[in-house]
């Protein structure tokens, strides 16, 4: 499995103040250096440091199951994360880990709250099943979306 980040032309598009998915430019504000997980470059971001928050929208085009929500930014560029380490920003004891089919929707029966340290073992699950092209990790407490999984 491997953690990927929001796309870098994504990021760049937002932080130079580029139109979010409620149509609305990224508000601005200085991170307090707890619970800012920047969904590019998968990091917490620091205390004083800016930071985006803007409605991201994690699927390729609007239909009923393409979920918006807020999500965190590095205001300034950073490099991408990723790869397949847990990301840093996903400190929290437990995650949702959803499936989505090659159509973008939800698999249904696929989404439960896991400890964090189970994410690869219930990623591994989740991939043995055909119907599942990609896995979304979310908030547990507010179902924010955090980053994607997808099939090494």
Excluded at 10 to 21: E, I, K, M, T, W
Excluded at 93 to 114: E, H, K, L, Q
Excluded at 124 to 147: I, K, T
């Amino acid at each position: 499995m491997r953690y990927v980040a929001l796309p870098t032309e994504l990021a760049r598009h937002y932080q130079a103040g580029g139109l979010d998915a409620n149509g609305q430019s990224p508000e601005r504000a200085v991170s307090d250096g707890s619970g800012n997980p920047c969904r590019h470059c998968l990091g917490m971001i620091p205390e004083g440091a800016g930071m985006l928050i803007l409605a991201h929208r994690p699927f390729p085009a609007p239909q009923p199951y393409a979920e918006v929500g807020p999500i965190f930014l590095c205001a300034e560029p950073c490099e991408a994360g990723g790869g397949t380490a847990r990301p840093e920003m996903l400190g929290s004891s437990d995650y949702i880990v959803r499936g989505y089919g090659a159509d973008d929707r939800i698999v249904y029966g696929t989404g439960r709250v896991v400890a964090t340290e189970a994410i690869p073992a219930r990623a591994a699950e989740l991939f043995a099943d055909p119907r599942v092209a990609y896995l979304h990790v979310r908030s547990a407490r507010n179902n924010c979306y955090q980053a994607r999984i997808d099939r090494a």
